[in-house]
């Protein structure tokens, strides 16, 4: 059985060619998103590892918010063993644009770069400030986003907004440093940092010392208030803090490769169905001649775990190459990754593709292997193999009924019982896609033959007599049909949740937009902080081109016992109260939002430093997630009373109609020209910026299911290729009755268009009804958007693509000898 097995695949090298490259594909993606991930996390080893090595020894402060003393640091050099020491500054400096305005979306971070052997820093071009007070380096991203170079001169604002020059002397690499990556980095000497930033103490303290014993001698010189790490330790932590966000990447990544994997699983589960009922014959023979049914199962078997093992050794090729593509596309874009570590396959990877390509392919063979031991012996004296026909059995409809009626409920309790935005709301819409999903898997023979008929119905008019043929072929197998359609299916359904999820997003949240910023221009600084002067409003309400101006202040204090932000409101202001009223609102009364736990009537207490502890009724709860008015509101007038002359947070700006947006625009931008820190955003901006955001998704995740699709195509093009195969007799029979080559062509086009048009159309479906499920269970008061102009080219892009994919059957059936084709059998 054995030789046979082997005879059997030499004999028929072409026919799992197809069900080869579908195991290609999958194994290739994951074993691709292994080798990235693989390539990634060396890269940030090598990296810190690099610079930690540096280190013998490193003290942190315990939270996030805490430093060093200059104390700890002087204790630290008393040491002996310690051949140096230096305390490393890391605060907010903004460094100003050539616009005048503070650069990025945060503050940049400035940081002390020392000399010597503790030197981190990575200066890519030019040299560090070295004692220069005077001199600056700054990270190369950003140095390109504001388009500075080694030698001009720079301007960073220090704690109290003042602005000082520096000359740029060097561009630096944040390197695997994700903060870094985000913010921006401006390197000055200690000194200079400590000055720009008002730091009142260190970030970390590095030490440098050949000493044994060296982390207990100055754990015990610091006391238990700090950390104390090996440089060994602060290069693993520092490797696991990096490797956080490509671990969420890969997660994902490989979520599109188990979908891969699971189509492909499909079709190689049709393609050993197919080859299975085409060898009725060969294994009827074998029977005869002694071959025992467990030799029979094997021997199907061994012949998928070949094919398997082949295919996937070729996958695991493809993954390299795909994870070298997408690093060299990485490293392009200058993404925040070193891809520049040495692209591997490293033995857990190629396990690992091997092992998911083997399973999969013999799992997928196992239930044709179970019909080849079914095939009696008498069967070998049959002329020609016979059609197997399908019936809905009683249990088909049973299972079916039991899964669609289980997940529809259970979609349901998800999308309109439990509380939109939280996580369990989307996992039980996931669960009862998965329900739903199986029953309509279940249900597929049946749902073939009618859906058939009615797909064919135009190509079966247009078309003529070719066209009856393929719409009637198309039904004629509904289990084959089904198995077939139902992989592109997969696809398709993935692709138009995504496309109704995003467009039903950028539609709620723009809704929200308008409703919770009915703006033109929103002023602001980084970080939101209140640091707009009142005159600026003041100014931009004589201003005849604006219709409105509100304002936003806040401030911190402690609010029944708890630190928030308390703040007012001045001007057109919707406050989205969703129990109480805020009509009449004056002193003594507050807001609050509703997710503080905090109760309509309630009296709370604020304690600030101006006004002592005041008692606050609540008389307003606010819906914290639309909101656009701090966690606790008080009256303007009250407020002034509470706190100091706090400056403005936020001033929203409306346009006056028919006032040309250019025109306003240099409005705003002339009232805050003196206040480098306050940035002018217009909502149209903000939107277009969100837009950007969910079509780049969109795009991402549409390109990385056109894998599955691909893998749909090459099962459509697979099961025509053996349908073309089985029904030799049949084809040469309708040549000689008159059909034409090109009508033969065109029998089978139109029959793989049927089959790729029913695949589409169930996955539109029951993508677009879980599209809404999953939007509602994610945002609170969702409205429903369909793409129908894109979804519309992915019913389309799937019967012409199903067209492709009989190219070559429907050319090699045209081909074939009428007179040697009715005498197979």
């Not at 699709?709 to 073309?724: D, E, K, P, Q, R």
């Not at 089978?748 to 499920?773: K, R, Y």
Request: glycine share 10%; aromatic share 4%; net charge positive.
């Amino acid at each position: 059985m054995l030789k046979s097995a082997l005879a059997g695949l030499r004999a028929h090298k072409l026919r799992l060619l197809l069900t080869s490259l579908a195991i290609m594909l999958g194994v290739g993606f994951i074993a691709g998103t292994f080798v990235l991930n693989d390539t990634v996390q060396a890269g940030f080893a090598q990296r810190v590892t690099a610079d930690a090595a540096k280190v013998d020894v490193a003290v942190l402060p315990k939270g996030p918010d805490a430093v060093l003393p200059e104390r700890v640091l002087e204790q630290i050099r008393a040491l002996d063993g310690v051949a140096e020491a230096q305390g490393l500054i890391r605060a907010s400096a903004p460094v100003l644009g050539k616009d005048g305005k503070t650069a990025g979306n945060a503050p940049t971070t400035a940081l002390s770069i020392v000399r010597g052997p503790l030197d981190r820093t990575d200066i890519v071009s030019g040299t560090g400030p070295g004692t220069d007070d005077q001199a600056a380096v700054l990270d190369k991203n950003t140095a390109k986003a504001q388009g500075f170079q080694v030698g001009d001169t720079i301007t960073v604002l220090d704690d109290r907004q003042r602005r000082h020059q520096f000359k740029l002397v060097g561009l630096l690499d944040p390197g695997v440093d994700q903060e870094l990556s985000y913010t921006g980095a401006v390197g000055f000497t200690a000194a200079t940092a400590q000055r720009m930033s008002g730091a009142k103490g260190y970030r970390e303290i590095d030490v440098a010392g050949p000493a044994p014993g060296l982390k207990q001698a100055v754990a015990a010189a610091v006391g238990g208030a700090y950390v104390v790490k090996t440089g060994g330790e602060l290069a693993d932590d520092l490797a696991r803090a990096a490797g956080v966000e490509t671990r969420t990447l890969t997660l994902g990544l490989l979520m599109f490769g188990v979908v891969a994997m699971m189509v492909a699983a499909l079709v190689i589960y049709n393609t050993f169905n197919i080859l299975v009922a085409q060898r009725t014959r060969e294994m009827a023979l074998l029977r005869c001649i002694g071959a025992t049914r467990g030799q029979v199962f094997g021997s199907i078997l061994l012949e998928s775990a070949l094919v398997g093992a082949l295919a996937s050794a070729f996958g695991l090729a493809i993954g390299y190459g795909l994870a070298s593509l997408t690093l060299t596309v990485l490293s392009a874009l200058d993404a925040p990754l070193p891809t520049d570590a040495a692209v591997t396959l490293t033995p857990a990877t190629i396990a690992a593709g091997l092992a998911v390509g083997v399973v999969v392919t013999v799992c997928a063979a196992l239930l044709p292997a179970r019909s080849a031991t079914r095939v009696a012996p008498i069967a070998a004296l049959r002329s020609q193999v016979e059609e197997q026909t399908f019936r809905a059995g009683l249990l088909r409809a049973l299972f079916s009924t039991l899964f669609l009626v289980a997940g529809l409920a259970t979609t349901s309790v998800g999308a309109f019982v439990l509380q939109p935005g939280e996580q369990v709301s989307l996992l039980v819409v996931m669960a009862g896609g998965a329900l739903t999903f199986l029953g309509v898997l279940i249900l597929g023979p049946v749902l073939v033959k009618p859906m058939s008929a009615l797909v064919g119905w135009i190509p079966g008019k247009l078309f003529g007599v070719p066209g009856r043929l393929a719409v009637d072929n198309s039904g004629r197998n509904p289990k084959r049909a089904a198995t077939t359609t139902i992989a592109l299916t997969i696809g398709v359904t993935l692709m138009t949740l995504i496309s109704v999820v995003t467009a039903s997003t950028r539609l709620t949240m723009t809704a929200k937009l308008d409703d919770q910023f009915p703006i033109d221009y929103l002023l602001a600084s980084q970080e939101r902080d209140s640091v707009i002067p009142r005159s600026v409003a003041s100014e931009l309400r004589g201003r005849p081109e604006l219709a409105s101006v509100a304002q936003i202040r806040e401030a911190k204090a402690t609010v029944a016992g708890r630190r928030l932000d308390v703040g007012t409101f001045s001007g057109p202001i919707d406050p989205y109260v969703t129990t109480g009223s805020m009509k009449a609102f004056g002193p003594g009364q507050a807001a609050v939002a509703g997710n503080l736990g905090i109760r309509l009537g309630e009296s709370i207490s604020l304690k600030t430093r101006k006004a002592g502890t005041v008692s606050l009724k609540v008389v307003a709860l606010l819906d914290g997630t639309q909101s656009s008015l701090p966690p606790v509101t008080v009256a303007e007038t009250a407020f002034d009373t509470y706190f100091e002359a706090v400056p403005d947070s936020r001033v929203l700006i409306n346009v006056r109609d028919g006032v040309p947006p250019e025109q306003a625009r240099k409005v705003v931008d002339a009232a805050v020209a003196a206040y480098p820190t306050v940035r002018v955003t217009s909502s149209t901006e903000v939107r277009g910026q969100f837009d950007e955001t969910l079509d780049m998704l969109l795009m991402i995740i549409t390109g990385l299911l056109g894998l599955a699709i691909l893998i749909s195509l090459l099962g459509i093009a697979n099961t025509l290729s053996l349908s073309v195969h089985e029904r030799t007799r049949e084809s040469a029979l309708l040549r000689a009755l008159g059909l034409t080559r090109p009508q033969l062509r065109r029998m089978l086009s139109i029959e793989a268009l049927v089959l790729g048009l029913i695949g589409a159309l169930v996955g539109v479906v029951l993508g677009g009804a879980f599209g809404w499920a999953a939007i509602r269970a994610m945002l609170d008061g969702a409205v429903f958007s369909a793409p129908v102009g894109q979804i519309a080219l992915f019913v389309v892009l799937s019967g012409v693509a199903g067209m492709l994919a009989a190219v070559l059957p429907a050319r090699r059936a045209a081909r074939a000898s009428i007179v040697g084709s009715l005498a197979t059998g």
